[in-house]
């Protein structure tokens, strides 16, 4: 009985120092991969601070390029689009204060003006849906970087403590303040990432959400017009003109040239009362409708 008590006691703690020798092993494994991960984590967060300096230089750069020329008012361009004649729409649309993408957008449902109703309807949903889907994806990485950042920052500040306890444990200040150095400033970086990307996210998805309110408008006020111009029997063309594109040829020509997307539109003579290089365009390619 004795003998028996005595194997029971040296089998537990047999197991007893395999679950100390296990947790020891195990426990430097953890330790290897997450001290190896503290490059990595520095890398990436110098990597998210780059994005975040691109997204504001790019954000800057679309205020320039399409914020600051959105100058529609979208009573006046329906009431507008409305009263039009047929011919003088695309002279509408260039003049609407709209940025380029809606206008090209627009007059596309225009060229296609003599599809059926509701091939027509799916045509102007599928161009709204383009454009959502464009801003989203924009969008989506700037908010993706707001809270990918902070997570970085906590990991690159948590990684070097490990090192920084041990060194205070031996009295090694240096090491300790090496730590707390690495600690805090990739605490710092990810909240600056954060912010940043936060702030251009926000302030993208309010002009997003205000191009979309006007393209959705406008498109429905276009389908409205096509169809009432379909019952009056003034659509008599049976091919797809071609308005868009020569506003999207005049508009590449003047960006080459350095002179993006005017708010009046050099592509407004598509309707053939433009004048200069577009209206000479349009007179050799534009059918009159």
């Not at 007893?16 to 991969?33: K, N």
């Not at 060194?167 to 090491?175: C, M, N, P, Y």
Request: proline letters at 3%.
């Amino acid at each position: 009985m004795r003998g028996t008590v005595l194997l029971n006691a040296f089998w537990k703690g047999l197991k007893l120092v395999e679950i100390s020798v296990a947790q020891s092993y195990l426990g430097d494994i953890l330790h290897i991969i997450s001290q190896a991960m503290l490059v990595p984590v520095i890398a990436a967060l110098i990597l998210l601070i780059a994005y975040a300096l691109f997204s504001v230089g790019s954000l800057f750069s679309e205020y320039m390029s399409e914020r600051r020329k959105f100058k529609a008012v979208m009573p006046k361009f329906l009431a507008d689009l409305t009263a039009a004649e047929q011919a003088d729409i695309p002279d509408v649309i260039n003049n609407s204060g709209l940025i380029s993408r809606q206008k090209t957008a627009l007059l596309t449902v225009y060229d296609y003006r003599m599809l059926p109703s509701d091939t027509l309807v799916g045509l102007t949903r599928r161009l709204v849906t383009e454009e959502a889907a464009r801003y989203e994806k924009i969008r989506s990485r700037n908010s993706m970087a707001a809270r990918i950042s902070p997570m970085v920052g906590l990991m690159g500040t948590l990684i070097p403590l490990g090192p920084g306890i041990d060194a205070l444990g031996r009295a090694d200040t240096a090491a300790l303040s090496a730590s707390l150095l690495i600690a805090f400033d990739t605490t710092v970086a990810g909240l600056i990432v954060a912010a940043v990307c936060l702030l251009v996210a926000r302030t993208r998805g309010r002009w997003y959400d205000d191009y979309m309110s006007a393209l959705d408008t406008a498109m429905g006020s276009m389908v409205e017009k096509i169809e009432k111009m379909r019952e009056s029997g003034e659509i008599l063309t049976e091919t797809p003109s071609n308005y868009a594109f020569v506003f999207e040829l005049t508009r590449g020509q003047r960006v080459r040239a350095g002179g993006i997307d005017s708010a009046s539109g050099s592509a407004a003579g598509a309707s053939g009362g433009g004048a200069g290089s577009a209206g000479a365009l349009d007179s050799q390619v534009l059918p009159r409708v």
